[in-house]
């Protein structure tokens, strides 16, 4: 598929974290087709390596970061490395996160979930961005639109919106900030999951009838991020098909 052109300016780098899979391997690679560089950021080597392998046999220029985005001297020597490797990094997702299945207690998930957007967010912009600087944050509907049984997932959600509206309102001469919340999507984290009683309670209710593709939200998340929504700032955009308004 020829991929649409959200007017980006060819050789513009953006960093992703999360880039291993789903979501964030979406971004990456459809970041790559529209003609930007990429960060690509994950805690697993082996499949930020496949990744940047697609982007590369694309012709694509990649640089990668494997490490916990939770560790400032990992941000600070991912993103030296990054702009060393790619110039300025105008475009910022920020993707990476726990699952809600991870055994966290709450106060160490919401520094890692929060926390770590902040710090990256804040180590990026320190020194300054180049004009039409943009960032997008993976949210979720779990938090701002529906609870979900596990506390410190709906609150870490609701959270990153907050922060999200925060920079919207105040930072906006540096960068544009909007949140993308994903309704139920096919990425490894929910495998198996559409099979399972609950998935199918839950994909019975979306109007859609069925669940998104990781491109579904990667294409809203590069939407966001472009020059085609250089007036959309501290949006809250729920990709989830319709479900949240059947709820």
Request: no cysteine.
């Amino acid at each position: 598929m020829t991929a649409p052109d959200f007017g980006f300016r060819r050789g513009d780098a953006i960093v992703v974290t999360g880039a291993g899979s789903g979501i964030g391997r979406a971004t990456a690679l459809r970041a790559a087709q529209m003609g930007l560089n990429v960060s690509a950021w994950d805690l697993n080597a082996g499949s930020l390596e496949e990744t940047a392998a697609l982007i590369r046999y694309g012709g694509g220029l990649v640089h990668t970061v494997t490490g916990d985005v939770s560790d400032e001297s990992v941000v600070r020597t991912g993103l030296n490395g990054s702009r060393e490797a790619l110039g300025e990094l105008r475009y910022l997702h920020n993707n990476a996160g726990p699952s809600s299945a991870a055994p966290l207690t709450f106060n160490d998930a919401m520094s890692i979930s929060v926390g770590s957007v902040r710090s990256l967010t804040e180590i990026w912009a320190a020194g300054g961005l180049p004009a039409g600087a943009a960032m997008v944050v993976t949210t979720s509907v779990a938090g701002n639109l529906v609870g979900t049984e596990v506390d410190w997932y709906s609150a870490a959600k609701a959270a990153l919106m907050g922060y999200v509206r925060h920079t919207a309102a105040h930072r906006a001469a540096e960068f544009r900030s909007n949140g993308v919340a994903p309704g139920m999507t096919d990425t490894p984290r929910l495998q198996g999951f559409a099979e399972s009683p609950r998935g199918q309670e839950v994909l019975g209710r979306i109007p859609l009838a069925r669940m998104a593709s990781p491109d579904d939200i990667a294409y809203a998340v590069l939407f966001l991020l472009s020059p085609l929504g250089s007036y959309i700032n501290g949006v809250f955009l729920p990709v989830d098909g319709g479900w949240t308004i059947t709820q």
